[in-house]
């Protein structure tokens, strides 16, 4: 009996693209439409990175409640916006060099414990499965009953990821990997990068103890678990909330976009037109507006901001889809 053979879906070029009704010409883009721009990147990778230092300088030198309070939300935040740099490295987007993909991507992915290559491994399949039984994502978030406040919070501060990169760090430190990592290299990557988080977490908590000094609590525990964690459900919610991931095999309507305001477009680095990161991942991150530009009037999913999307949420407006394997749950 054939077994059947994945194809190969970690790479960049000529990747498999999930489907779209009608004739497909994503395979004709001009070439000027994937050139990268690595200054770019570091340039907002930077700007991420100054941001933290200033507040970690600020709660060492002044640790006091406010300077505490205001720099929890600082830190949330920046964490949050570095999963999704993180995310931009994972496509290999930032840089031309893979190995600066890597380095780049498994920092942006530290405040959070989010690692780079199992994020890799499972986002690259959710692009190219998006609208068919297979499709399922990295993040485990839960999404239903959203239409309450209560609800709202339970989904927002669901810490069930946690339990995942618990779990993932002790097979890891076993030697094993999650048996839904197939490849022999890829599970190499993975295990290694959960083995860095358990020694950084270990020397955090160590130094926390002997120091007899919260400082670690107040500029990485609290941030990342008290705002970091709401703030990239919010960030990645209104991607597909309410919309068929599993059986309509159409991106341009399975996928949503939101008209973002300056702001909202710079902390999500693009994920407001995330109907044209879908149509083709293969674009950079800083030329998806472009594509976006090219597919505009096709796209049939559209939030006029993310307010109005969270609004309509709430109200219950727009709905779960409650598929038995919706694309949020690993």
């Not at 999650?178 to 990068?193: F, N, Q, S, V």
Request: hydrophobic content about 40%; overall charge neutral; aromatic content about 12%.
């Amino acid at each position: 009996m054939s077994q059947t053979v994945e194809p190969d879906l970690d790479g960049t070029t000529n990747v498999l693209l999930a489907p779209v009704r009608g004739t497909d010409e994503r395979r004709k883009l001009p070439k000027s439409m994937f050139v990268k721009r690595p200054s770019v990147f570091t340039a907002k990778f930077v700007v991420a990175v100054v941001a933290v230092a200033a507040a970690w300088t600020a709660v060492a030198l002044e640790p006091v409640w406010w300077v505490i309070a205001i720099t929890v939300v600082v830190n949330g935040l920046m964490y949050a916006h570095l999963v999704e740099l993180q995310h931009e490295c994972l496509h290999e987007h930032a840089y031309n060099r893979r190995s600066l993909n890597r380095l780049m991507g498994f920092l942006a992915g530290v405040p959070m414990l989010t690692s780079y290559w199992h994020y890799k491994h499972d986002h690259l399949r959710h692009h190219a499965y998006l609208g068919t039984p297979q499709n399922q994502e990295f993040f485990n978030y839960r999404f239903q009953g959203l239409g309450s406040l209560p609800g709202f919070l339970r989904g927002a501060y669901h810490l069930g990821r946690y339990d995942d990169v618990a779990r993932d760090t002790g097979r890891s430190l076993l030697g094993r990997t999650d048996p839904g990592i197939t490849k022999t290299l890829a599970a190499k990557k993975i295990r290694t990068e959960y083995q860095l988080f358990a020694v950084l977490v270990a020397a955090a908590v160590v130094y926390s103890v002997v120091a007899r000094d919260l400082y670690l609590v107040w500029v990485w525990v609290l941030p990342t678990l008290l705002v970091a964690e709401p703030t990239h459900f919010l960030i990645e919610m209104p991607e597909h909330y309410g919309l068929n991931t599993q059986t309509d095999p159409d991106v341009l309507s399975n996928t949503r976009t939101i008209e973002a305001g300056r702001f909202a477009k710079w902390f999500t680095n693009g994920n407001d037109v995330h109907t044209a990161h879908h149509f083709h991942q293969g674009v950079p991150m800083v030329n998806v507006r472009a594509l976006h530009r090219v597919i505009e009037d096709r796209v049939e999913t559209v939030a006029p901001s993310y307010w109005s999307f969270y609004r309509d949420v709430f109200t219950g407006r727009i709905t779960y889809q409650d598929n038995s394997e919706n694309c949020m749950t690993r």
